[in-house]
């Protein structure tokens, strides 16, 4: 009966050969019924390239707007008129000041790439948005599309009409948003996994290390170093307690660039 059953949702379960039929019955029976129907709807969804938004840790609240601000390196009353009066981006949690989501991150940060081109206005951004979430069927489309899909060269050409921009004008816009957008990880379908903070200022340095990463499964989506568990912040909290880089990089057997762009992210973090 636990085999018809892993076959009927699709499931890779095959029970030990040496328990009895009454046995495999009763290992079933114990087995809850939402928990058999969510993992054959992981699956099913996971073939199929679904979100699951209820179980993707990609949409649950992680961080603060304060927080997001800084990660994004956007001004905070900035960020609260995009999620409030400027209705760009719907908060993972929906009350004042609630929890943003990885998703929300990406968002922020694709709308600060149109800030700097400083002839956008957001009423205009918003418009634009609007516009590829009706076209493209996106909840999120600033952070669930990809820059090699349709939809953003689309979004490109309306926003620059909106904006009356020339074929220049669009090619600069798009230069900025190439730059920004690269420092997103996405996968098979084009949604997005990592996040790399700008960790010295977005507008100076052309080639940013990707040595910090912001994952929203790993270490609940804070800040590490590439590749490790290592928080940004617990290396900041050491060195700022007297620890110098090359003890730090021993103990935790980074190179001590790593370390480096570690505390320069919350050092950047922390100032802003």
Not at 7 to 16: V, W
Not at 61 to 69: D, N
Not at 166 to 188: A, F, H, K, P, T
Not at 243 to 253: E, F, N
Request: proline share 5%; aromatic share 8%.
């Amino acid at each position: 009966m636990l085999q018809i059953a892993a076959d009927l949702f699709g499931l890779n379960i095959r029970p030990p050969p040496f328990l009895t039929t009454q046995s495999r019955v009763i290992i079933l029976y114990d087995m809850p019924l939402d928990l058999l129907m969510s993992s054959h709807d992981n699956i099913t969804n996971r073939q199929r390239g679904v979100k699951n938004v209820k179980t993707d840790m990609r949409y649950t609240p992680l961080y603060t707007r304060v927080e997001t601000a800084r990660y994004t390196q956007t001004p905070i009353s900035t960020l609260q008129y995009w999620c409030d009066a400027g209705a760009v981006i719907a908060p993972a949690e929906s009350h004042t000041m609630g929890g943003m989501s990885f998703i929300n991150l990406i968002e922020a940060h694709v709308l600060s790439a149109l800030r700097r081109t400083h002839r956008v206005p957001l009423h205009k951004i918003r418009s634009a948005a609007n516009w590829l979430k009706k076209e493209m069927r996106h909840d999120h489309p600033l952070a669930e599309l990809d820059i090699q899909t349709d939809g953003f060269n689309l979004f490109i050409q309306h926003l620059g009409r909106l904006i009356s921009a020339s074929e220049n004008g669009q090619l600069v816009i798009r230069q900025i948003m190439e730059r920004y957008l690269s420092r997103i990880e996405r996968d098979l379908q084009g949604m997005p996994v990592r996040f790399y903070p700008f960790t010295r200022d977005a507008d100076g340095v052309v080639n940013v290390p990707r040595w910090i990463v912001m994952d929203p499964v790993v270490a609940f989506g804070r800040p590490v170093v590439q590749g490790t568990r290592v928080t940004s912040s617990i290396i900041m909290e050491r060195w700022s307690a007297g620890d110098d880089i090359a003890l730090l990089a021993d103990d935790y057997k980074l190179s001590s660039e790593a370390i480096q762009e570690a505390i320069r992210c919350e050092t950047r973090r922390r100032a802003a």
